[in-house]
């Protein structure tokens, strides 16, 4: 059963990936210069559109960074990104709680403001069984970064 809160956002439906991206925004550190409604917190992440459509709509926009990362069944691959541009990270090969520790403290060192999570598809768009479990550390992963 999937969580309301964590879906793909309408920006990348058109888009044709192995993954589709979801979007966990992450309010621990600062965002610079953005002023979001005063109930932000508790609209829907629909709400929320990815730091890139942001900066496309409004180039007087400077909201932080978006960290990529793709949850495999061993490995976690790690990207940063301004816009546009990315640049790879690092490649993790932890697992369960200590993964989750290390992307909050590395969304922290980062000035990271929202992740971006793949989700893996299959090659008709059909989700995997890989996909609930990447659902799943989404979900804590967003229960973590919403209690710092």
Known sequence: MSSP?????PFFNNLIFSKSPLF????????????????????????????ALRRKTNPQCTVGFSLGVDLGSSRTGL??????????????????????????DMAEREEVDEFIIGIP?????????????VRSIA???????AER
């Open 24 to 51: 966990l925004p992450y309010f621990s550190t600062p965002i610079r210069n953005y002023n979001p409604k005063p109930n932000a917190l508790s609209s829907s992440l629909q709400e929320f559109p990815p730091n």
């Open 79 to 104: 990207a940063l990104s301004k816009g546009f541009s990315v640049r790879p990270l690092t490649v993790l090969k932890l697992r369960g709680q200590k993964l989750e520790l290390q992307l909050l």
């Open 139 to 145: 979900g804590r992963l967003a229960v973590r970064a």
């Open 121 to 133: 598809k299959s090659w008709d768009g059909k989700e995997t069984p890989q996909s609930n479990k």
């Open 5 to 9: 809160q964590l879906q793909s956002h």
